[in-house]
């Protein structure tokens, strides 16, 4: 099977919070910020693949920290596995700081992504993920346990 680097599709958007992005207590609606994420994985999943994908799941979504008008937001994401249909994606949020460039973790999750033919059934993912330093090899065995965990919750009924 031929591989990828998780170099050769990781990517980076860069948001400016504006009114139509916030909740009534003034801060980043999370919802909107969970529709970034989404948007960034599925990207850098159909990268990987070459072909279309849809998510199958998110764990550990997090919020850390608020974000308000006017803040600069980064989001980072990354392959961190890739199964026979599913490939999994890391993201990470930070705030950046106008003044400094200082960045602040705002939020990471790591959302599934399943390649899918025309008619939207799972078929194999392509291409493998080739690992080029011990970070990546950590992430790859931390989202073996992740998808296990996964698939015992499912068999609990979550």
């Keep these: 099977m031929q591989t990828k680097k998780v170099s050769d599709s990781e990517g980076e958007n860069l948001r400016l919070i504006q009114y139509a992005d916030i909740n009534l207590s003034g801060n980043l609606f999370g919802g909107k910020l969970m529709e970034w994420m989404d948007e960034i994985a599925g990207i850098v999943a159909m990268r990987h693949a070459g072909m279309v994908i849809t998510t199958a799941a998110v764990d550990d979504l997090q919020f850390k920290k608020s974000v308000k008008i006017g803040d600069i937001l980064v989001l980072k994401a990354k392959l961190t596995y890739v199964g026979n249909k599913s490939m999994e994606v890391r993201v990470?949020?930070?705030?950046?700081?106008?003044?400094?460039?200082?960045?602040?973790?705002?939020?990471?999750?790591?959302?599934?992504?399943?390649?899918?033919?025309?008619?939207?059934?799972p078929v194999k993912v392509p291409y493998g993920l080739e690992l080029t330093n011990p970070c990546e090899e950590a992430e790859w065995e931390a989202a073996k346990k992740r998808r296990k965990l996964r698939l015992e919750r499912r068999k609990e009924g979550f």
């Design 92 to 121: 990470d949020v930070y705030r950046e700081e106008r003044e400094t460039g200082l960045r602040y973790v705002v939020n990471r999750a790591y959302f599934t992504e399943v390649a899918v033919d025309s008619e939207g059934r």
